[in-house]
């Protein structure tokens, strides 16, 4: 079993529970850890034998662009179209991060980290 980690995306998105969130708009970050077996692919150097990074990015950043109140709903989409798509994922974790957010002070962010496993 190996780990695949995709870290650091950034998103400009429409997510939060003010108006002005879903209006204006900021700054995201997405970290990603996939759980699979990677034996095949370590030996063969074969993409298909393995989970597909820009697949799992594109997925990603389709489900960015959908407007939510809260990034736990966001996190729980991610996570289930990623194992919808990949079967083989056996554990998953997503963190999303809203950057600067606005709570009335100087916040470097503000993060919600789900997990989904068999």
Partial sequence: MGWIQIEGMEFFAYHGCFAEERIIGTKFRVDISLKTDTSVAESTDDISKTVNYQSVY???????????????H?????????RQTYPEITDC???????NPPLGGKIGSVSVTLSSNN
Wanted: aromatic share 0%.
């Fill in 58 to 72: 594109l997925l990603i950043k389709t489900e960015m662009e959908q407007k939510s109140h809260l990034l736990e």
């Fill in 74 to 82: 966001v996190a729980r989409r991610i996570l289930t179209k990623v």
């Fill in 93 to 99: 974790k997503v963190k999303i991060s809203k950057l």
